[in-house]
């Protein structure tokens, strides 16, 4: 068993998992998104990144690709909730959150890449 | 690049995960307690303000508590994480700063950055490989010739030495195993101006290896390679190593030449030597009578072989003779830096000392016993370091041998004008005599310094004047492009000293002689006449005057005059 794959495997399912609950619910509705869960996915989703920091297997590679992807896709979200919430007038409104959760969603399918190239890299290991 | 980036990356991996963690939890924190607005109504700080707070916090800036002021619980929450954040930074950047402190990051930096500047050279250069006393002989001697040198050396006191060389040019450097082909593709190996390899290690078996991924990687490249065993050498030779060159023999070889042909001797001195190096003056050692050869280690035997060859009488003198040997005619045991033992030599009737050992200082005391016993004494000295010069030089040797000069120079000349190589193998059939009288007419060329060597072909990049007459039928002779170009009746300050035809090579070529597209030419003489000679080489218009001493019309109209034979008697050739 490898500690180093335990541990990424644990942050990249969890950074999964946890973009999957923000993701659920009505699209534009603000009370079905927590602003404590996206923070979560966020935080989860950096660390998963870093860990595959200066991995120079081809897989290691594409991990490493998909992450700063999801990254990126969240860091926008959060980028537009608080340019809405703070420099805007309008406040939290449905279009707002409906681009927030959009943005999250396709952090989520980045994730989901990651984690099925994960499981493909288990499987061939496996032999 | 792959490899720094990467370990920049790897070794910033806990510390960014520390950094990650740290300001998650203080952010987290400052969002979970309760807080009270300015009118104490409750109030929780958003993500927002959390983030904005403890970026500023974190990295002690310290705008103040905002947007209200904190309760008694935020603070006790942000006095911890202060101190959390702070040291999370302060562990990164030291991380980073250790990291640019590291010994292989930083040889992974200059390697990196070595390998830039190789790619990036737009000139032939020569790659050398191993900056010891021959190495760095060579480079000098390369570099003094404008030739582009890339070292590869594995010690770094030598790559300091290099450094503190006050050498003309950049001479770049890689410190490395020059037996690793990963080194040597970075130093340039097939780089497509890479012109030529020198493998001149210490170490027999490195360069072997040298020259067989050179022959394997880059098979037209010139390969020199130092040998110091025959087995070694005969290796280096099945696989098609352009030259090998045994340091012993060299010596020998050249030792005995200077007995032998002292002309010939000179003359390769002349034409072999460092540019701007005054004319040295030939010597006659004394062939009747008894040498004594002081040291009987590999150069000594070498030494001793030669002069035997030659039928000269020897005494060998040599302090440790159950290593090295004992040549046929004994030996006298001793270090011969002592009176005893050069009187035991027979120094009373000896004509001659070669003071032969691998240590300057006991070369230098030997000299001078011998001559305080016996002072019309002809002394070849054996110079082993270069920075010994100045001790060397106030002995007054009648010959000073430095090995790792002859090497260098020897294959500075094989690497740039190979053809003088030729010349002066062929030269040994010519006799002594015919090397004296070519002497003097260098010496009537260029009276103080040694000439300058260069080679030329005749082609339409080197010679586009002379190639495109040749095309068009004209046949210009030698004697034309020696003529010089602002007044033909004067001859350019500079001697032919080979002409190299397909596989026939003619050694001091009359001036009469046609040339043919494809020749090659070995000349000796003054710089400026190597300039000027460009003149008749590459201008149609100089190349005609040297050839018929008329001054080409070359505007439409005056050759239209001169078709029509208005100036009557000229030769009219026509471009």
Same mark, same amino acid.
């Given at each position: 068993?490898?500690?180093?794959?335990?541990?990424?495997?644990?942050?990249?399912?969890?950074?999964?998992?946890?973009?999957?609950?923000?993701?659920?619910?009505?699209?534009?509705?603000?009370?079905?998104?927590?602003?404590?869960?996206?923070?979560?996915?966020?935080?989860?989703? /950096?660390? @998963?990144?870093?860990?595959?920091?200066?991995?120079?297997?081809?897989?290691?590679? !594409?991990?490493?690709? *998909?992450? #700063? $992807?999801?990254?990126?896709?969240?860091?926008?979200?959060?980028?537009?909730?608080?340019?809405?919430?703070?420099?805007?007038?309008?406040?939290?409104?449905?279009? /707002?959150? @409906?681009?927030?959760?959009?943005?999250?969603?396709?952090?989520?399918?980045?994730? !989901?890449?990651?984690? *099925?190239? #994960? $499981?493909?890299?288990?499987?061939?290991?496996?032999? | 690049?792959?490899?720094?980036?990467?370990?920049?990356?790897?070794?910033?991996?806990?510390?960014?995960?520390?950094?990650?963690?740290?300001?998650?939890?203080?952010?987290?924190?400052?969002?979970?307690?309760?807080?009270?607005?300015?009118?104490?109504?409750?109030?929780?700080?958003?993500?927002?303000?959390?983030?904005?707070?403890?970026?500023?916090?974190?990295?002690?800036?310290?705008?103040?508590?905002?947007?209200?002021?904190?309760?008694?619980?935020?603070?006790?929450?942000?006095?911890?994480?202060?101190?959390?954040?702070?040291?999370?930074?302060?562990?990164?950047?030291?991380?980073?700063?250790?990291?640019?402190?590291?010994?292989?990051?930083?040889?992974?930096?200059?390697?990196?950055?070595?390998?830039?500047?190789?790619?990036?050279?737009?000139?032939?250069?020569?790659?050398?490989?191993?900056?010891?006393?021959?190495?760095?002989?060579?480079?000098?001697?390369?570099?003094?010739?404008?030739?582009?040198?890339?070292?590869?050396?594995?010690?770094?006191?030598?790559?300091?030495?290099?450094?503190?060389?006050?050498?003309?040019?950049?001479?770049?450097?890689?410190?490395?195993?020059?037996?690793?082909?990963?080194?040597?593709?970075?130093?340039?190996?097939?780089?497509?101006?890479?012109?030529?390899?020198?493998?001149?290690?210490?170490?027999?078996?490195?360069?072997?290896?040298?020259?067989?991924?050179?022959?394997?990687?880059?098979?037209?490249?010139?390969?020199?390679?130092?040998?110091?065993?025959?087995?070694?050498?005969?290796?280096?030779?099945?696989?098609?190593?352009?030259?090998?060159?045994?340091?012993?023999?060299?010596?020998?070889?050249?030792?005995?030449?200077?007995?032998?042909?002292?002309?010939?001797?000179?003359?390769?001195?002349?034409?072999?030597?460092?540019?701007?190096?005054?004319?040295?003056?030939?010597?006659?050692?004394?062939?009747?009578?008894?040498?004594?050869?002081?040291?009987?280690?590999?150069?000594?035997?070498?030494?001793?072989?030669?002069?035997?060859?030659?039928?000269?009488?020897?005494?060998?003198?040599?302090?440790?003779?159950?290593?090295?040997?004992?040549?046929?005619?004994?030996?006298?045991?001793?270090?011969?830096?002592?009176?005893?033992?050069?009187?035991?030599?027979?120094?009373?009737?000896?004509?001659?000392?070669?003071?032969?050992?691998?240590?300057?200082?006991?070369?230098?005391?030997?000299?001078?016993?011998?001559?305080?016993?016996?002072?019309?004494?002809?002394?070849?000295?054996?110079?082993?370091?270069?920075?010994?010069?100045?001790?060397?030089?106030?002995?007054?040797?009648?010959?000073?041998?430095?090995?790792?000069?002859?090497?260098?120079?020897?294959?500075?000349?094989?690497?740039?004008?190979?053809?003088?190589?030729?010349?002066?193998?062929?030269?040994?059939?010519?006799?002594?005599?015919?090397?004296?009288?070519?002497?003097?007419?260098?010496?009537?060329?260029?009276?103080?310094?040694?000439?300058?060597?260069?080679?030329?072909?005749?082609?339409?990049?080197?010679?586009?004047?002379?190639?495109?007459?040749?095309?068009?039928?004209?046949?210009?002779?030698?004697?034309?492009?020696?003529?010089?170009?602002?007044?033909?009746?004067?001859?350019?300050?500079?001697?032919?000293?080979?002409?190299?035809?397909?596989?026939?090579?003619?050694?001091?070529?009359?001036?009469?002689?046609?040339?043919?597209?494809?020749?090659?030419?070995?000349?000796?003489?003054?710089?400026?006449?190597?300039?000027?000679?460009?003149?008749?080489?590459?201008?149609?218009?100089?190349?005609?005057?040297?050839?018929?001493?008329?001054?080409?019309?070359?505007?439409?109209?005056?050759?239209?005059?001169?078709?029509?034979?208005?100036?009557?008697?000229?030769?009219?050739?026509?471009?």
């Amino acid at each position: 068993m490898n500690p180093e794959k335990v541990v990424f495997g644990f942050f990249i399912v969890l950074a999964l998992t946890l973009n999957f609950g923000f993701f659920v619910g009505e699209m534009d509705n603000p009370a079905h998104h927590n602003a404590y869960e996206l923070f979560a996915v966020l935080i989860v989703n /950096l660390i @998963a990144t870093v860990l595959k920091f200066g991995d120079r297997t081809q897989m290691g590679a !594409v991990l490493l690709a *998909t992450s #700063l $992807v999801a990254v990126l896709q969240l860091f926008a979200a959060t980028l537009v909730w608080g340019v809405g919430v703070y420099a805007t007038e309008g406040g939290l409104t449905p279009e /707002l959150t @409906a681009s927030i959760v959009s943005l999250s969603g396709g952090a989520m399918l980045a994730n !989901v890449v990651s984690v *099925t190239l #994960l $499981v493909i890299e288990t499987v061939l290991l496996r032999r | 690049m792959d490899t720094i980036i990467f370990m920049i990356f790897r070794r910033m991996r806990q510390p960014l995960l520390v950094l990650i963690v740290t300001y998650a939890v203080a952010i987290l924190g400052l969002t979970l307690i309760p807080g009270q607005d300015a009118q104490g109504n409750p109030w929780r700080m958003d993500f927002f303000h959390a983030f904005y707070f403890v970026s500023y916090m974190s990295t002690t800036i310290g705008f103040g508590e905002i947007p209200y002021e904190f309760t008694d619980g935020q603070r006790m929450w942000v006095t911890f994480s202060i101190y959390a954040t702070v040291v999370a930074w302060v562990y990164s950047i030291g991380t980073l700063l250790t990291l640019s402190q590291d010994s292989l990051f930083l040889h992974a930096v200059t390697e990196r950055r070595f390998a830039y500047r190789i790619r990036r050279l737009r000139e032939p250069f020569y790659l050398v490989c191993g900056y010891g006393e021959t190495g760095s002989e060579l480079v000098a001697t390369l570099v003094e010739r404008n030739y582009h040198v890339v070292v590869v050396e594995i010690l770094q006191e030598r790559m300091n030495v290099l450094r503190l060389e006050p050498l003309r040019e950049y001479v770049p450097a890689l410190r490395g195993d020059a037996g690793r082909p990963l080194h040597l593709l970075e130093a340039g190996l097939r780089h497509p101006l890479c012109a030529g390899v020198a493998a001149l290690t210490n170490s027999n078996d490195v360069n072997l290896k040298i020259a067989i991924t050179t022959k394997l990687l880059h098979r037209e490249l010139t390969v020199i390679c130092r040998a110091d065993s025959h087995d070694v050498e005969a290796n280096m030779r099945s696989f098609g190593t352009d030259y090998i060159i045994d340091p012993f023999d060299t010596f020998g070889i050249h030792l005995a030449m200077a007995f032998q042909a002292p002309g010939l001797y000179l003359l390769s001195e002349w034409l072999s030597g460092a540019s701007h190096q005054p004319l040295t003056e030939p010597v006659y050692p004394p062939r009747d009578g008894v040498w004594i050869i002081c040291g009987y280690g590999r150069f000594g035997k070498a030494v001793y072989q030669r002069l035997s060859e030659e039928g000269l009488k020897t005494v060998v003198v040599e302090a440790t003779p159950d290593k090295t040997g004992t040549p046929e005619g004994g030996v006298v045991v001793g270090r011969g830096t002592e009176a005893g033992t050069l009187q035991e030599a027979g120094i009373a009737h000896a004509v001659g000392l070669i003071a032969g050992t691998d240590d300057d200082v006991n070369n230098l005391s030997a000299v001078m016993t011998a001559r305080t016993l016996k002072s019309d004494l002809f002394v070849v000295l054996r110079q082993n370091q270069s920075e010994n010069q100045t001790l060397i030089d106030s002995v007054h040797a009648d010959i000073v041998m430095h090995p790792s000069r002859i090497i260098a120079n020897r294959i500075r000349v094989l690497l740039g004008t190979p053809m003088l190589y030729d010349f002066l193998r062929l030269a040994q059939f010519e006799g002594d005599e015919w090397a004296c009288i070519l002497l003097s007419r260098i010496v009537a060329l260029v009276s103080d310094e040694v000439p300058d060597v260069w080679e030329l072909s005749i082609d339409d990049e080197a010679a586009h004047a002379v190639w495109t007459a040749i095309r068009e039928g004209s046949s210009p002779i030698l004697g034309d492009i020696m003529r010089d170009p602002r007044d033909r009746r004067q001859t350019l300050e500079c001697i032919p000293l080979m002409l190299a035809r397909q596989r026939r090579s003619v050694v001091l070529p009359e001036p009469a002689t046609a040339l043919k597209a494809g020749d090659r030419l070995l000349w000796c003489g003054r710089y400026r006449a190597r300039r000027r000679m460009e003149w008749n080489l590459q201008n149609e218009h100089a190349l005609s005057y040297a050839m018929t001493g008329e001054a080409v019309a070359s505007g439409l109209i005056w050759r239209w005059i001169k078709a029509r034979g208005l100036r009557p008697g000229s030769v009219g050739r026509r471009f």
